[in-house]
């Protein structure tokens, strides 16, 4: 470790390490990200774009994208890395939802299986404080359908803030709201979220 590193966050020196066109750091700090990435993804995509598409081909094609333009990333902290990749999840989001609005064509609800990989049900169950629900494919089952249930940006300012770890900062940024906003809403969210599973 060089004396430039010594004070950078594990997280920090693998961006470092990326912008030498080091591969592996670059593999690593997507790795490192991915079950938190997939969350993020298959609960904004809602139940009924669940039905057409696999969050998995999402993820895959952000983190092509990510590989392909990582010379444009201009942060430096794993909160902007993570904001980097949302932006871009977030454009294919939308894609993907103009498209299926278009098509209204109908599909198979996505299966339970989908929900066995203990990456998806540990970034899941961040959702909530510890011991509020256990961990595992049905409490990740029921967080799924009560963020279902919710709107569009209750969803987003939950999976942004308790699935990704941005600070409010950061999420006013990629939601386009003041910080004081984003609380508030966060707020909201949480405390409807909270009512759907406690039915």
Known sequence: M??????????????AAARTKDQQALGALLEQTLGRLRAFVRLNLGAELRAHEEDQD?????????????????GH????????LVTTARN???ARHRFWRRERRAGAASPLSALEDAGLV??????LTPGKL????????????????????????????RILGLPHAQIAGIMERS????????VRALRTLTAALDR
């Open 2 to 15: 060089t004396d430039a590193d010594a004070g950078k966050t594990p997280t920090e020196r693998l961006i």
């Open 58 to 74: 999402i993820v895959q094609s952000t983190c092509r994208e990510a590989v392909e333009h990582f010379p444009q990333f201009q």
């Open 77 to 84: 902290t794993e909160g902007e890395w993570i904001a980097w």
């Open 92 to 94: 294919k989001l939308r």
């Open 122 to 127: 540990r970034a899941y169950v961040s959702v």
């Open 134 to 161: 256990a961990a595992g494919a049905e409490a990740a089952a029921r967080i799924e359908a009560a963020l279902d249930g919710l709107s569009a940006e209750h969803r987003e300012v939950i999976t942004l803030a």
């Open 179 to 186: 910080e004081t906003a984003v609380r508030q809403l966060l």
